[in-house]
């Protein structure tokens, strides 16, 4: 049946058109954007998706910066303790030449004490942005390394933490270590004790909370002994017995004076030889806070009070210090660098996977495009044959 009220065809026509019309336009904007998914009304869930992983993306990009940031700090660290090895290799020099009978000791002492001032010029300079990790004054530092996402969505942050190296070379404070027979001492001013001829001087030991590296400075006439609290002392029932022994084992050794001492507890006699007037004077040097505080006690100097014996054992010690710390800044910057190529891969990774999910694919979308335009036309064709129908009624009248 023919109508001119409903043109049913020309409907069909119409419908067809508009899907037509509606494909290819979502196929021009593919083309136009690149994109599949450009807003989430294309495809919510996809859209979702999309944007979470691109969050992460820009955020991988700041812990990127982070770690290029950390890396500098590490390695201005590393050149540091490097530099400072280098130097510490310098002092060790002048300290075998010292052992020379021949040697000049004083101006051999004198290039050490340059050396040793150059170490603190490194190790005060040694900071990016004011973030300095070989003085001491940072016991660690965190890297922003990544963001951790869990099944649930969750996002925390990891770091990777870099410990400090203290290669300071503070020296500990001095303060009075042993209280004499005569009053005169204690912790606050050194002690000084006057052994008369054939005579003797009790010296106690003042246990004021020794540390390990607290040494006692003992002088009598014109030769000084040294004694080093170690961590076993400390850990000792009677630490101030120990200590009393150790520093009465250093007195005894001294070849200059006629002396002797002896222990009863935490108690020291010395006594002299008949005829001879002592002086005897005592400090201590509590431990330093840097790493490399035992370089302010080096002195090759025999002649002035030196021990070049002690101090070619002593830098021993500094330069592990610092060929520890040199390490250990190393492995840290190889991990952050590390970190820094793995989020540059990971980065990559998700680009391509947010590419996969809302990409267009160009070559179909091409091809789509001109199926899409040859559907439009025969679209169009239809509807204006189906448009006519009614004129076809027209004739049944004539």
């Known amino acids: 049946m023919s109508s001119i009220l409903t043109n049913q065809s020309a409907m069909v026509a119409l419908q067809t058109l508009q899907s037509i019309n509606k494909s290819l336009g979502q196929t021009q904007s593919q083309i136009s954007t690149g994109r599949k998914v450009d807003t989430a ?85 040694a900071q990016f942005n004011g973030l300095n990790l070989v003085d001491g004054t940072n ?129 020291i006699t010395v006594s002299n030889a008949a005829g001879d007037t002592v002086n005897m004077t005592s400090e201590i040097v509590t431990a330093g806070t840097g790493g490399l505080s035992g370089l302010s006690g080096i002195n090759v100097d025999d002649g002035a009070g030196g021990n070049s014996a002690q101090a070619l054992a002593d830098i021993e010690g500094l330069i592990q210090t610092s060929i520890s710390a040199a390490a250990a800044f190393g492995s840290s910057q190889a991990r952050i660098d590390t970190q820094t190529e793995f989020l540059s891969e990971l980065t990559d990774s998700l680009k391509i996977g947010i590419g996969a999910l809302v990409d267009a694919n160009m070559e179909e979308a091409s091809a789509r495009l001109q199926a899409l335009q040859v559907q439009q036309q025969l679209a169009t064709q239809s509807l204006s044959i189906a448009n006519q129908a009614p004129q076809n009624i027209l004739s049944l009248f004539r």
């Open 139 to 267: 016991a660690s530092v965190n890297v922003l390394a990544s963001l951790d996402r869990d099944a649930s969505g969750g996002v925390t942050s990891s770091n990777i933490v870099v410990a400090g190296q203290n290669l300071s070379t503070a020296a500990g404070a001095v303060k009075g270590a042993l209280a004499g027979s005569d009053g005169v001492g204690g912790d606050d001013a050194a002690a000084a004790i006057i052994i008369d001829a054939a005579g003797t001087a009790d010296i106690v030991v003042v246990n004021a909370t020794l540390a390990a590296g607290d040494t006692f400075n003992i002088s009598i006439g014109d030769e000084t002994v040294s004694y080093v609290v170690t961590a076993e002392d400390v850990a000792a029932a009677a630490t101030e017995e120990v200590v009393a022994n150790g520093i009465r084992t250093a007195i005894n050794s001294m070849s200059n004076v006629n002396i002797t001492a002896d222990v009863a507890t935490d108690t």
């Open 41 to 125: 009304r294309d495809n919510a869930s996809i859209w979702a998706i999309s944007q979470t992983m691109q969050s992460d993306v820009d955020g991988f990009r700041g812990i990127s910066d982070a770690l290029a940031t950390g890396s500098a700090s590490v390695g201005v660290a590393r050149t540091a303790a490097e530099s400072i090895t280098g130097l510490l290799g310098q002092i060790k020099a002048k300290i075998v030449a010292a052992q020379d009978p021949s040697a000049d000791q004083a101006k051999l002492q004198t290039d050490i004490t340059e050396l040793r001032n150059q170490v603190g010029s490194v190790v005060n300079a």
